[in-house]
């Protein structure tokens, strides 16, 4: 019994150690209120989303929930009303997956909303498939759809004094390539639908990620927005939704005994969105509430001027 007792006390050590030294994340204090500011969180019915957005609530911001799924966003609005005290919390729909829906989005809120101080563009997934448009799924929403936004809203958000775009990628940038010819006859970064090339086409999709920030901070540069990416951790969160049911059998557990749950996770968004004096550091990436490295593709100018122009083309802009 006690070899078994020490046996068992040693697995919960290397557990605390491991969870402690490689998946626990900085957290971010700060009493900064928003008051009078306006919002948007993309992909704010779970997860890391909707606790960046209850966060945001409960500092006094008008927070508007992008989302697709209206029943899971309207029981979120509910949520984060109730824990918050704040009203001022709605639901707008959002399919990141059409270009139409995000058109139709950016419409209804600059008609409805007089100003605009913060966008999060969260939402993300890991899937095969394809948009409404013929992109990629992962390409096509992790991307696309939050480039497209972003260029539809940036007119109001350089109306506030200061405003910030931030961009949730991932550490899995680091394993991204962007193929040009590929974008071109396939509408995709890969070539098939299988469980492999859905995880290589969020890994793509997530330099995207890393290369728009970039690229969006060097044509904001002398404007009153900065915008900035990250890496929130490894996230316990809805983000693999589409996995097949071995990734599934696989995965959770794994997600249940190490991964961050949402509120760690969603620590460095908020301190890319909220923390002061980061205005010089705009197009850079942090991960654990600190500034830290890209991959060699991400800080390819060349490559993330090229996705730009690309990017515009493919949206019809």
């Not at 890391?48 to 029943?71: F, P």
């Not at 990628?169 to 469980?195: C, E, P, Y």
């Amino acid at each position: 019994m006690s070899v078994l007792l020490s046996v068992l006390v040693g697995v919960l050590a290397a557990y605390l150690l491991i969870y402690y030294i490689l998946f626990k994340g900085a957290r971010f204090k700060s009493n900064v209120t928003l008051k009078g500011k306006t919002a948007i969180v993309t992909g704010s019915n779970t997860g890391i989303g909707k606790t960046t957005a209850l966060d945001l609530a409960k500092r006094g911001a008008r927070v508007i929930l992008a989302c697709r799924n209206k029943q899971k966003a309207e029981a979120a609005v509910y949520d984060i009303r109730k824990e918050s005290g704040n009203p001022e919390v709605l639901y707008m729909h959002l399919d990141l997956a059409s270009l139409k829906s995000v058109r139709g989005f950016a419409e209804t809120f600059l008609k409805s909303e007089p100003r605009l101080d913060l966008l999060i563009n969260n939402a993300g997934l890991i899937a095969s498939g394809r948009t409404e448009d013929g992109f990629g799924m992962a390409f096509g929403v992790n991307h696309l759809g939050h480039f497209l936004l972003t260029l539809l809203l940036l007119d109001r958000l350089k109306q506030a004094e200061h405003s910030r775009v931030v961009n949730v990628s991932a550490l899995l940038h680091r394993l991204g390539s962007v193929d040009f010819n590929l974008l071109n006859t396939q509408k995709d970064l890969v070539t098939g639908q299988s469980s492999w090339h859905a995880f290589r086409a969020y890994c793509h999709s997530k330099l995207c990620n890393v290369l728009f920030t970039r690229e969006l901070a060097n044509r904001l540069e002398g404007t009153s927005v900065t915008c900035y990416c990250l890496h929130p951790g490894v996230i316990a969160t809805e983000i693999g939704r589409n996995m097949g049911a071995l990734q599934k059998l696989l995965f959770l557990p794994m997600s249940k005994l190490f991964f961050l749950d949402p509120e760690g996770g969603a620590q460095t968004t908020l301190y890319c969105a909220l923390q002061e004096g980061l205005e010089p550091l705009s197009g850079r990436y942090f991960s654990s509430c600190a500034l830290q490295n890209v991959s060699a593709h991400g800080r390819d100018d060349a490559l993330a001027k090229k996705l730009w122009e690309v990017s515009e083309r493919l949206c019809g802009l």
